[in-house]
């Protein structure tokens, strides 16, 4: 048996491309929910469709944009719903769930407040399952660059209706 033996049942440990402080709009390409060895993890999968605003970049036409998140890139937002920012993690989960359940409304011509849009216990692994019911969804993701307690980066994200869609709805 030589060094490389059993390649093929291999796969990468994954890793990924993060979303970066901006205003995108993307299309949510899917969702996973899986334990794995770090624990319990919630992680939607998207496509960048258009970069509305980017900061922290060049300027043209009044709009900043930054060239580390372009159109056509996967990003991925992993959830850790174990530990101890479990519950912040089931806040952003309900806040995406929210956005897509009130996109797809806006679709239909309705109009709906995120903060009225109600989450069942079963929405979540729903949308994670094999029928991938939110795949192919345009949704609008605002990502704020902060800093930790402890002085690391980190994005803040929050997800809404496309305003596009929100124009043609009203």
Same mark, same amino acid.
């Given at each position: 048996?030589?060094?490389?033996?059993?390649?093929?049942?291999?796969?990468?440990t994954?890793?990924g491309v993060?979303?970066?402080?901006?205003?995108?709009?993307a299309?949510?390409?899917?969702?996973?929910?899986?334990k794995?060895f /770090?624990?319990?993890?919630y992680?939607?999968e998207?496509?960048?469709? $258009?970069?509305?605003?980017?900061?922290?970049?060049?300027e043209?036409d009044?709009?900043?944009?930054?060239?580390?998140r372009?159109?056509? $890139?996967?990003v991925s937002?992993v959830l850790?719903?174990?530990g101890?920012?479990?519950e912040?993690?089931?806040?952003n989960l309900?806040?995406?769930l929210?956005a897509?359940f009130?996109?797809?409304k806006? /679709?239909?011509?309705?109009?709906?407040?995120?903060k $009225?849009?109600?989450?069942?216990d079963?929405?979540?692994?729903e949308a994670a399952?094999? $029928?991938?019911?939110?795949?192919?969804l345009?949704?609008?993701?605002q990502v704020?660059?902060?800093?930790?307690k402890?002085?690391?980066?980190?994005s803040?994200v929050?997800y809404?209706?496309p305003?596009?869609?929100?124009?043609?709805?009203?």
């Amino acid at each position: 048996m030589g060094r490389f033996s059993g390649i093929n049942n291999k796969s990468s440990t994954g890793g990924g491309v993060y979303w970066e402080p901006g205003v995108y709009k993307a299309k949510i390409t899917g969702i996973k929910h899986k334990k794995g060895f /770090k624990g319990e993890s919630y992680i939607m999968e998207f496509e960048v469709l $258009d970069v509305l605003v980017k900061r922290d970049a060049e300027e043209r036409d009044g709009v900043r944009f930054n060239p580390s998140r372009r159109v056509g $890139d996967v990003v991925s937002h992993v959830l850790k719903l174990e530990g101890e920012n479990a519950e912040l993690a089931l806040g952003n989960l309900a806040d995406f769930l929210r956005a897509a359940f009130a996109t797809m409304k806006a /679709k239909n011509g309705e109009i709906v407040a995120l903060k $009225d849009v109600e989450i069942g216990d079963e929405d979540p692994e729903e949308a994670a399952s094999d $029928d991938q019911p939110l795949a192919g969804l345009e949704i609008e993701v605002q990502v704020q660059g902060t800093k930790t307690k402890k002085g690391n980066a980190f994005s803040n994200v929050k997800y809404l209706v496309p305003r596009d869609l929100l124009a043609q709805a009203a």
